[in-house]
């Protein structure tokens, strides 16, 4: 169910002054900022010379930098790696452009090194008025003490008293601090100082008597109860983790009954609750507690509530659901205006109500030192900038697209949207989910009770490593969309799009959502396929001798295969070079193969043994082909690399052999010839006489068949005649014909319109039938004793004077051998 909608006194506020005279409201702070931007501020009429040089020189860093970084992004040289190196200081000081200089090396020296590092946003005006903001802090507290402590109070006044009364926080003060959870923390220290009245004389001790208790959800952000028992220095056992619901509601809202009964046994074992910490808009998917409930379960035992949550900026806006409006009437609330209206360096605020100054300054909120009280300076510059209308129109604009997602995801298949029931929530997160066949659309998420618990878990990882990788593709696709791919613990991996932490900053827009919902469409039949394929895969690997199939359901693909070769021990997953060798290998034929299909060698750590990695598949992938393909390319890579490893042994022996062949052959013809032959003159005198009628043998080796060979048919005819026929490469057992211009692993058939499917069929069936009658003329050919009437006769039928011409006619054409004498 959808919570009412409540309208604020916003057009009320619209006619109040925002700020106390001789301050205007927050729409006439704007003149002359808006209208000017900051590269013009040096040409106004500045009375103080050392205000207009601050203006100047920011704007000449700034612009500085930002062309460094355009220069940066054209150029692909490397940076020298001299300006990362510490050096000692220079004696001579060095002038303000070598120094920026040196800032933007250090800023952009690792791109080329990792080009997928996140880079410098590029600001706007809004942000120049923000980093003016610490220039002039720091020119500021130059001044003398009197005009240092108006100035500051003035500034801290006015963006207090703005703040409460754009977020509806009535009479509150504020906390200005870097560090998000600082501002609870120092509202945890003063609920101790206003419970415990005899802490700042007994300290601790009146701990141990009655121990205090703070209240977190289970749904609050990671590592916050750590961080304060840490600040506080409490032990573990005072956090109380408060479960959320199970039954009815949302399972990311704080179970307010169960809270109650936690808080009675507290009490019963002598605990003093302390501090409640709600959320307006959870850290993972953006619901929103139960806070009047919480409320008034707070005031009835006496608890500090405090409220955090990206929902809080839509206090701003005119219409706010009654859960984020309840909020208005808690202790305290941490607000994070930087990201919600893109300004960068701009402190968090904690907005509280107490009257006692005392023991807000005992607790850390207040402070008498100006440099303290200079926090609030950037945003009080940054909110005369924007005006009402502009802050009033940023946080408007994000939850308009996340709105414009929200809806646009409804008419998506497969894709459920986990805060349907949030319709006021800037924060939209979606999961992808395959429904199963016969299943209740209503609870397709959710895997069937009777289905084993490891089919459960492995269905769960496998949807989660789908989900991953649409969101790491999405996020490559749109990166303006800010989208974060996180795991919640029911639900599993899911991707979260939270304009109001972004948009700001990305500058995202209503085209650019629409983008990602077009990117999110071209990606749904690649996943669903894929999840399809995988029990496929599956069966034709355990199917095929040689081929092992890894359960690997992490991995966003088709599968993980693992070629077992003859020496591969079976029983250890120990590393295996001779098969890491071979699936090297595998790999790099596979890629060579131009399919649409990703192949990836791994796992990653390095002592297990080596597997492939199968990626994505489309809806056309024929899985039998491609595990035949694996198969069979395995297998010849293997044969291959156990000749290779065998040729140095064999070429050996065959060049030993070879040589004492060819000294006997010489023996032999040095008595076959006479020793006269052998001296110089004599030798060529008989050789003139009476020629020796020798031609020359060698030997050649056979790498196919390892065997020596004679050269004699060489010298004779002039071809190769080894007589050994090479093994043909192992393919697979069923050919199949392919299309011109088809990738490897297609299925012809699928997924074709009629036209495109009848010719295929015509051209498949053209294909067949040419086999046929190639096939059938061969066997008639070597198995008919028949001659068929029409047939010509075979040549065993011709007479012996047509075979003799016959070979009169090809030694004619032959080309006639020399004598020895000219071969020497």
Request: net charge negative; glycine share 8%.
């Amino acid at each position: 169910m959808t919570e009412p909608a409540v309208c604020g006194p916003r057009s009320a506020w619209n006619e109040a002054p925002v700020v106390s005279k001789p301050t205007a409201n927050l729409n006439s702070e704007r003149v002359g900022w808006k209208s000017l931007p900051l590269a013009s501020v040096e040409t106004l009429n500045i009375a103080d010379p050392t205000l207009a040089e601050m203006g100047k020189n920011l704007k000449e860093a700034m612009k500085m930098l930002e062309d460094s970084q355009r220069r940066t992004e054209e150029e692909n040289g490397k940076k020298p790696l001299s300006g990362d190196i510490p050096g000692p200081l220079q004696g001579s000081g060095q002038d303000m452009v070598s120094i920026l200089q040196l800032v933007q090396n250090l800023m952009h020296g690792d791109e080329d090194e990792e080009p997928q590092s996140t880079r410098i946003q590029n600001i706007g005006e809004q942000g120049h008025i923000s980093l003016l903001g610490h220039s002039l802090g720091a020119y500021i507290s130059t001044l003398d003490k009197e005009k240092l402590r108006k100035l500051t109070t003035r500034i801290l006044s006015d963006t207090t008293l703005w703040l409460c009364r754009i977020f509806r926080y009535e009479n509150g003060c504020a906390y200005f601090h870097e560090e998000e959870r600082e501002g609870l923390a120092k509202i945890c220290r003063l609920a101790i100082h206003s419970r415990y009245e005899d802490f700042v004389v007994d300290g601790f001790n009146v701990l141990y008597n009655r121990k205090p208790v703070i209240y977190l959800s289970a749904a609050a952000r990671p590592g916050l109860g750590q961080y304060l028992c840490n600040q506080l220095g409490l032990p573990f056992p005072c956090l109380c983790r408060v479960p959320c619901n199970t039954v009815f509601g949302s399972q990311h809202q704080m179970d307010v009954a169960f809270l109650e009964k936690l808080i009675k046994d507290d009490i019963e074992r002598g605990k003093l609750p302390l501090l409640l910490v709600a959320n307006a808009g959870t850290a993972a998917v953006g619901h929103t507690d139960k806070i009047g409930r919480l409320k008034e379960l707070c005031e009835q035992y006496g608890i500090w509530l405090h409220v955090e949550g990206v929902n809080l900026a839509t206090l701003a806006l005119g219409y706010v659901s009654s859960s984020v409006l309840a909020a208005t009437k808690c202790d305290s609330m941490t607000l994070t205006p930087g990201p919600w209206l893109g300004l960068p360096a701009v402190p968090a605020v904690t907005l509280y109500k107490h009257d006692d100054p005392a023991l807000t300054l005992v607790s850390g909120l207040t402070s008498n030192k100006p440099a303290d009280k200079l926090r609030a300076l950037p945003l009080w510059l940054s909110l005369q900038y924007l005006g009402l209308d502009g802050i009033v129109e940023r946080i408007k604009h994000a939850c308009q697209l996340s709105q414009r997602l929200q809806e646009s995801l409804k008419k998506v298949n497969h894709i459920k949207i986990l805060v349907e029931d949030e319709l006021s929530s800037p924060v939209v997160v979606f999961r992808f989910f395959q429904e199963l066949p016969g299943s209740d659309p209503g609870l397709h998420a959710i895997p069937a009770p009777s289905a084993a618990p490891s089919a459960v878990g492995r269905e769960r990882h496998s949807c989660d490593a789908l989900n991953r990788w649409l969101g790491e593709q999405l996020k490559q696709l749109v990166p303006v969309s800010g989208l974060t791919v996180m795991d919640l613990e029911v639900e599993g991996t899911c991707v979260r799009f939270s304009p109001l932490m972004t948009a700001a900053v990305l500058g995202t827009r209503g085209e650019d959502v629409d983008q990602l919902v077009a990117c999110i469409q071209s990606k749904l039949p690649v996943l669903t396929c894929t999840l399809q394929l995988r029990e496929e895969f599956k069966q034709e690997v355990e199917a095929t001798a040689g081929l092992l199939y890894v359960d690997d359901p992490n991995w966003p693909g088709i599968g993980v295969v693992r070629y077992e070769h003859a020496n591969d021990d079976k029983s250890s997953l120990k590393l295996d070079p001779e098969g890491e060798k071979i699936h090297a290998g595998l790999l790099k034929k596979l890629n060579e193969l131009e399919s649409d299909l990703t192949f990836k060698m791994g796992p990653e750590y390095k002592s297990m043994k080596s597997c492939i990695y199968i990626g994505m598949a489309s809806d056309d992938i024929d899985v039998s082909e491609l595990v035949e393909t694996i198969a069979v390319t395995a297998r010849e890579i293997e044969e291959n690399s156990r000749l290779l490893e065998n040729m140095t042994e064999v070429v050996r022996k065959g060049i030993q052999e070879a040589q004492v062949q060819l000294q006997k052959a010489n023996e032999e013809r040095l008595l076959e010839e006479g020793v006269l032959r052998q001296i110089p003159v004599v030798g060529s005198v008989l050789n003139w006489f009476s020629p020796v009628q020798a031609s020359q043998k060698g030997r050649t080796f056979n790498l196919t068949a390892g065997s020596l060979e004679s050269t004699e048919h060489t010298y004779v005819y002039k071809v190769q005649g080894s007589g050994v026929t090479p093994p043909q490469t192992p393919t697979g057992t069923r050919v199949k014909q392919r299309l011109p211009g088809q990738k490897p692993f297609k299925r012809s058939l699928r997924g074709s319109d009629a036209i495109s499917e009848t010719s295929s069929v015509s051209h498949i069936e053209d294909l067949e039938k040419v086999e046929q009658l190639s096939g059938g003329q061969e066997a008639s050919e070597a198995n008919s004793p028949e001659r068929h009437p029409g047939a010509p006769a075979p040549l065993e039928a011709e007479p012996p004077g047509a075979l003799q011409d016959g070979a009169q006619g090809l030694q004619d054409d032959r080309p006639q051998v020399e004598e020895p004498e000219s071969l020497r």
